[in-house]
């Protein structure tokens, strides 16, 4: 018997220094844990352009398909050039948050609707049975 | 002094695993815990399955995926975080890669393989293809490395997909090497 799948089908999308913060900075990775989302790390700020621009092309094909799955897809800071990676591969703009501090990133977080993709898979499985 | 641990992309988000694979909700802790209080820098790499055959893919081994299209879609990846890493060394940080034992993609020391396996997804539970082997896009990634001159990495596979995963073994594996 496999192991049941305990996916959240929640991907923040998280600027860098939210993930490896600097000494006395936000650290994302406690709240996230804790709210059950999976993250995607958006290339370092001071990566050069050549260096982060195709990173950033693969986080937008990746988001694209959390997108088009349901799956609630959230953007936690800013990286220059995201917004266009994204709009490239057709994801609209996401919902985002640039916390000030930790109890805004949980407030934001906490009021996320269910993920579409989520109650889908549950109505086809209650279908099924 | 600690460096850079480029991790596989389902380490800190399940969410991109075959559809019940997910062990955790989202970031896998014993990974990134032991990565933190030992001071390592995290690079997330990117899941080479993710974006070739998307969430709704079926479980697959090696040999499903050892297509020219996917170790172009590979190599393609690889060059990107190369060019990462590529900043990290010329800082004169350690590099080191952290894979997903068993993975047809991201294995390290163990992949997954099978030659007869194809048509309908139907296989005995527990299966034997686990095989010693790297995945194709860690074999890709290593390929590129090698092809820019730099040195080959220290590499270590998560072992949470294995059948005879055990947590404090796995805790103790990951402290030795990141400690």
Not at chain 1, 49 to 55: E, G, H, I, K, N
Request: aromatic residues 6%.
């Amino acid at each position: 018997m496999w192991p049941r799948d305990r996916r959240s089908y929640r991907v923040a999308l998280v600027a860098d220094r939210y993930l490896n913060p600097p000494e006395g900075g936000l650290d994302a990775v406690p709240i996230l844990l804790e709210a059950e989302w999976g993250a995607i790390q958006l290339p370092a700020e001071d990566y050069p352009s050549a260096v982060a621009r195709p990173l950033l092309e693969q986080v937008a094909e990746q988001v694209e398909e959390f997108h088009r799955r349901g799956y609630d897809t959230v953007v936690i800071g800013r990286r220059e050039g995201l917004d266009e990676a994204l709009e490239a591969v057709g994801v609209p703009r996401l919902d985002r948050i640039e916390p000030a501090n930790a109890r805004a990133l949980r407030g934001f977080l906490s009021r996320r609707k269910p993920p579409e993709a989520k109650s889908s898979r549950r109505r086809a499985a209650a279908t099924k049975r | 002094m600690p460096g850079v641990a480029f991790v596989a992309h389902c380490m800190l988000n399940q969410n991109s695993k075959t559809i019940g694979g997910a062990r955790c909700p989202g970031i896998y802790s014993p990974l990134v815990d032991v990565l933190r209080e030992n001071g390592w820098r995290i690079e997330q790499m990117p899941c080479p399955e993710l974006a070739f055959t998307g969430l709704n893919r079926f479980w697959a081994v090696r040999e499903q995926y050892d297509t020219m299209a996917f170790r172009r879609h590979c190599r393609r990846l690889a060059s990107a975080v190369v060019g990462a890493i590529d900043v990290h060394l010329k800082a004169g940080r350690e590099v080191v890669l952290v894979g997903v034992e068993g993975s047809p993609s991201m294995g390290v020391c163990i992949t997954s393989s099978d030659s007869k396996r194809a048509g309908l997804p139907t296989w005995k539970e527990g299966s034997s293809e686990l095989t010693p082997g790297q995945g194709i896009f860690i074999e890709e990634l290593r390929g590129e490395m090698a092809d820019r001159g730099m040195a080959e990495p220290r590499s270590i596979g998560i072992t949470q997909p294995l059948p005879d995963y055990n947590k404090r073994t796995e805790k103790a594996r990951l402290e030795a090497f990141f400690g």
